[in-house]
C-alpha cells in the first residue's frame, strides 16, 4: 500500500500570512499515463471533507486561489497564501495511484494564533 | 446541485451486520465515470476509505476489509448500499457516501455522514 505521510500535522498561523503542508508519499504517485495522483481535502470542525486541489494543482470548482499545490513524484506542497479564519480545520492529501486503496494521510490541523 | 444522504442505524451491536444506504440527487449512477464511494473516519481520527461502485458496476474494496465489505447500486432508486459484517467497537465511526468522477475527480462531493457507535 501507498504510505502517506503529512507534516508538520499542526500548524498555527496569524492571519494574512501564507501556510504550507508538507505530504510524502512513499512511492511515486506519478502513473505512466503522464498523470499524477495526488489530491487535498480540507475537513472544517464539525463538516464533511471538502476537495480542494485534485492531480496536484487544480484547484477544484469554488476553491479560492490563495490555495496551491504543487510537487511531483513523491513530495508534494499545498500552500495558502494568505490565511484566512475560514481556512481552520483539518486538512488531509490523498492519493489515488494505485487501487485499491484510496490511501489518506493522517491530517494536518490548522489553527488561526 | 449534487447531494447525497447517509441513512442507517445509529447503534449497533458486536458481531451484528451494518447496513448504510446513500441516496443521492443531481446525477445518475447510469452515466459512464460515475461512481459513488464509502469513506470512514472514527472519532479524532483520520479519513480512511472502504469501498467505491462505479456507473458500469466495477467494484472496489479495501483490502484490509475487503472480506467483510459488500457494495451494490440501485440505479433507479439513487441508492448505494454498504453492508459490514461482524462490526466489532473499533468500528465505531463516521461513515461518509461521496461522489466520484472516474478517477480524475475522487469524492468531489461529500454527504454530511453517520455517526454509527458499535457496542453492546
Known amino acids: 500500500d501507498f504510505v502517506m505521510t503529512q507534516t508538520p500535522l499542526s500548524l498555527s498561523v496569524t492571519p494574512g500570512q501564507p501556510a504550507s503542508i508538507s505530504c510524502k508519499s512513499s512511492q511515486s504517485l506519478l502513473h505512466t499515463d503522464g498523470k499524477t495522483y495526488l489530491y487535498w481535502y480540507l475537513q472544517k470542525a464539525g463538516q464533511s471533507p471538502q476537495l480542494l486541489i485534485y492531480q496536484v494543482s487544480n484547484r477544484f470548482s469554488g476553491v479560492p486561489d490563495r490555495f496551491s499545490g504543487s510537487g511531483s513524484g513523491t513530495d508534494f506542497t499545498l500552500k495558502i497564501s494568505r490565511v484566512e479564519a475560514e481556512d481552520v480545520g483539518v486538512y488531509y492529501c490523498m492519493q489515488s495511484m494505485e487501487l485499491p486503496p484510496y490511501s489518506f494521510g493522517q491530517g494536518t490541523k490548522l489553527e488561526i494564533k | 446541485q449534487i447531494t447525497l444522504m447517509e441513512s442507517g442505524p445509529t447503534l449497533v451491536k458486536p458481531t451484528q451486520t451494518l447496513t448504510l444506504t446513500c441516496t443521492f440527487s443531481?446525477?445518475?449512477?447510469?452515466?459512464?465515470?460515475?461512481?459513488v464511494g464509502w469513506i470512514r473516519q472514527p472519532p479524532g481520527k483520520a479519513l480512511e476509505w472502504l469501498a467505491l461502485i462505479y456507473w458500469d458496476d466495477d467494484k472496489r474494496y479495501s483490502p484490509s476489509l475487503k472480506s467483510r465489505l459488500t457494495i451494490t447500486k440501485d440505479t433507479s432508486k439513487n441508492q448505494v448500499v454498504l453492508t459490514m459484517t461482524n462490526m466489532d467497537p473499533v468500528d465505531t465511526a463516521t461513515y461518509y457516501c461521496?461522489?466520484?468522477?472516474?478517477?480524475?475527480?475522487?469524492?468531489?462531493?461529500w454527504g454530511q455522514g453517520t455517526l454509527v457507535t458499535v457496542s453492546s
Open positions: 461521496a461522489h466520484s468522477y472516474y478517477d480524475i475527480l475522487p469524492f468531489d462531493y
Open positions: 443531481g446525477f445518475s449512477l447510469s452515466t459512464s465515470g460515475v461512481g
